[in-house]
């Protein structure tokens, strides 16, 4: 039940896209089409902004979008915006467990 | 609206017991899987356990399984997360989270703060 990884911070400028990988294994990201993103603003209970890979929840921004490739999944936001600044994390489903990736601050 | 709130947080020695409970609202318990995620401070997000939407399957991390049950009271509309032989390595934050698909939580509680010292 290995964390999956992911960059530490990934920076942009606002109007700029971003991307933000999402590395696991053959047992998870790579088996299963459930990765699910995370915002986090500090003090705050997490957000969902994309579930089953691609998946946008209601309420959240065409803006957001999510793709797999492999064992690697990613979050892009096509233009950022001083909102967008927070923690983003992924998450897979494993079969047996659920496992959150390390992170990635995005500050605007 | 639908909302959880989490309670039964504290400051408990290493070695003793805790409950923690999830009351849901707004929705319709009995379709939805519960899930326990916690953060320790300055840490990242941490899956803890998770049970099925009709409490046929349970499921936890490899860190709490062994001293970590959940369960779930339908006709309470509640959750629970039973945690025993408590270490300080299990102070955080506990949030419960309902699932839409297989690791998705759209709606999460404030969460509640779990102090594990002597």
Same mark, same amino acid.
């Given at each position: 039940?290995?964390?999956?990884?992911?960059?530490? +911070?990934? +920076?942009? +400028?606002?109007?700029?896209?971003?991307?933000?990988?999402?590395?696991?294994?053959?047992?998870?990201?790579?088996?299963?089409?459930?990765?699910?993103?995370?915002?986090?603003?500090?003090?705050?209970?997490?957000?969902?902004?994309?579930?089953?890979?691609?998946?946008?929840?209601?309420?959240?921004?065409?803006?957001?979008?999510?793709?797999?490739?492999?064992?690697?999944?990613?979050?892009?936001?096509?233009?950022?915006?001083?909102?967008?600044?927070?923690?983003?994390?992924? +998450?897979?489903?494993?079969?047996?467990?659920?496992?959150?990736?390390?992170?990635?601050?995005?500050?605007? | 609206?639908?909302?959880?709130?989490?309670?039964?947080?504290?400051?408990?020695?290493?070695?003793?017991?805790?409950?923690?409970?999830?009351?849901?609202? =707004?929705?319709?318990?009995?379709?939805?899987? !519960?899930?326990?995620?916690?953060?320790?401070?300055?840490?990242?997000?941490?899956?803890?356990?998770?049970?099925?939407?009709?409490?046929?399957?349970?499921?936890?991390?490899?860190?709490?399984?062994?001293?970590?049950?959940?369960?779930?009271?339908?006709?309470?509309?509640?959750?629970?997360?039973?945690?025993?032989?408590?270490?300080?390595?299990?102070?955080?934050?506990?949030?419960?989270?309902?699932? !839409?698909?297989?690791?998705?939580?759209?709606?999460? =509680?404030?969460?509640?703060?779990?102090?594990?010292?002597?």
């Amino acid at each position: 039940q290995s964390a999956l990884t992911q960059p530490h +911070s990934v +920076s942009g +400028s606002p109007g700029q896209p971003v991307t933000i990988s999402c590395t696991g294994t053959s047992s998870d990201v790579g088996y299963y089409n459930y990765v699910s993103w995370y915002q986090v603003h500090p003090g705050k209970a997490p957000k969902l902004m994309i579930y089953d890979v691609n998946k946008r929840p209601s309420g959240v921004p065409d803006r957001f979008s999510g793709s797999k490739s492999g064992n690697t999944a990613s979050l892009t936001i096509s233009g950022l915006q001083a909102e967008d600044e927070a923690d983003y994390y992924c +998450s897979s489903f494993a079969g047996s467990y659920i496992v959150f990736g390390t992170g990635t601050t995005v500050p605007v | 609206q639908v909302q959880l709130v989490e309670a039964g947080g504290g400051v408990v020695q290493p070695g003793r017991s805790l409950t923690l409970s999830c009351v849901a609202s =707004g929705f319709t318990f009995n379709r939805h899987g !519960i899930n326990w995620v916690r953060q320790a401070p300055g840490k990242g997000l941490e899956w803890v356990a998770g049970i099925w939407y009709d409490g046929s399957r349970t499921i936890y991390a490899d860190s709490v399984q062994g001293r970590f049950t959940i369960s779930r009271d339908d006709s309470k509309n509640t959750a629970y997360l039973q945690m025993n032989s408590l270490r300080a390595d299990d102070t955080a934050v506990y949030y419960c989270a309902r699932d !839409i698909s297989y690791g998705a939580f759209d709606h999460w =509680g404030q969460g509640t703060t779990v102090t594990v010292s002597s």
